[in-house]
């Protein structure tokens, strides 16, 4: 059977080899605490499915206009100008099925066969094949845990080569949870010879400080953001592109002929979500940062080093050197011998080997109990 490279190059999560152990343990009866998932724990928001289900009744069952619902667009330009002070207009968003497809898309308009994209190492793992399968060449710079795994301008200005077409940045950044500095968006912003893709799924999801959008500080930044993790809505598949002045129509043509709309009454949910859900998400938001400081507590008493306190998204990247060189084979054993699921740092690259990424998706109960397990491991394990 004939498959192409491409596709055969695209390799799967690693973290989905744990969750497959996990699942299969389940099965066997085991209580397994789920500290791997990428995913919020909340259900999403009343309102917003009341909105979803209101227009399904009301008939809002077509194809939307190729770039989306006008009313989610004005919705998106207010937020982003209430969130950052920056306007934006209609022409400049594609609402697509989960940033996901976005980003993918996005690849696609910008790239060359062979055009290289800048991404830090550790990085989110899904980003390599996006821009492999526009054609694309991931050029990786690493980043120190030292420094908050903060790119570091001097590093990606050796990476700079004549097909370098743009740099990629995530914060709060999946693994890390960190979030980047201001001094770090104007130092990227200055490569003026190339776009600056920003995955701003994360934001909202900030609890010491704020976020900053690449659009406060130049024209040549691209927005790829979606619904799935502030307002819990993962299952929903709502994402968009905000791009530069004139891609408008290039935008239009590869999203009508890709996947011609975003789904309809998906999309009044988004609307919904950005208009009527915030005393919900504050409250999601308040939960989230209880856990995070309780998970950063007991990880550093259990003995993890933590070099930057992570203050956004829901992970904690946790370095595990002093016990672990494979991240890979800890996470298994950890699986197996305690029951918690966690997910190896090499899934993000080289750079997150010897790491462990926690999240705190998950109730302060089982975060509690998940690290009682790991702690006792731990311990047990010194011993031999
Ligand atoms: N970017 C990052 C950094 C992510 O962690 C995820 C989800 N795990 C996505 C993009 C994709 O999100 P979605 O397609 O659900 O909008």
């Known amino acids: 059977m004939f498959i192409s490279s491409k596709a055969r190059a695209i390799k799967p999560f690693i973290v989905m080899d744990v969750m497959a152990r996990a699942e299969e343990l389940e099965r066997a009866g085991e209580d397994v605490i789920h500290l791997e998932v990428g995913e919020p724990d909340f259900e999403t928001p009343e309102v917003i499915r009341q909105a979803a289900l209101e227009a399904m009744q009301a008939g809002k069952t077509h194809y939307t206009h190729a770039l989306g619902l006008i009313e989610l667009r004005e919705e998106i330009c207010r937020y982003y100008h209430r969130e950052y002070g920056v306007v934006i207009t209609p022409e400049r968003i594609m609402v697509t099925n989960g940033t996901s497809p976005g980003l993918l898309l996005l690849m696609m308009a910008v790239l060359e066969q062979g055009d290289e994209v800048i991404i830090s190492n550790p990085h989110y793992a899904c980003y390599p094949n996006f821009i492999r399968a526009a054609g694309g060449v991931p050029v990786e710079v690493r980043t120190l845990p030292e420094e908050g795994f903060q790119y570091r301008t001097e590093e990606i200005q050796r990476a700079i080569s004549k097909r370098t077409r743009a740099i990629l940045i995530n914060s709060p950044s ?23 893709i920003s995955d701003e799924i994360y934001h909202g999801l900030v609890y010491e400080g704020r976020a900053r959008s690449i659009l406060e500080f130049t024209d040549r930044g691209f927005v790829i953001n979606g619904f799935s993790k502030l307002f819990a809505m993962t299952g929903w598949r709502l994402g968009y592109v905000i791009f530069p002045e004139g891609f408008s129509e290039v935008m239009k043509n590869i999203h009508q002929n890709f996947a011609i709309s975003a789904n309809s009454f998906v999309q009044w949910a988004g609307v919904a979500a950005l208009t009527k859900s915030w005393p919900d998400i504050e409250k999601m938001k308040a939960t989230y940062n209880e856990r995070r400081l ?33 991240s890979f084979k800890e996470a298994f054993h950890i699986i197996d011998k305690v029951k918690v699921g966690v997910t190896p740092g090499i899934d993000f690259g080289s750079g997150g080997e010897g790491f462990l990424r926690f999240s705190y998706a998950n109730s302060l109960e089982n975060i509690a109990r998940g690290l009682d397990r790991i702690e006792e491991y731990l311990l047990k394990r010194s011993r031999c």
Request: charged letters at 25%.
């Open 174 to 196: 999946n693994p890390t949870g960190i979030v980047m500095e201001e001094k770090n968006f104007r130092d990227i912003a200055e490569f003026s010879q190339c776009w600056i």
């Open 294 to 326: 309780y998970m950063i507590r007991r990880l550093k008493e259990i003995g993890f080093r933590l070099h930057h306190e992570p203050t956004g998204a829901f992970y904690v990247f946790a370095d595990a050197r002093n016990f672990c060189s494979d």
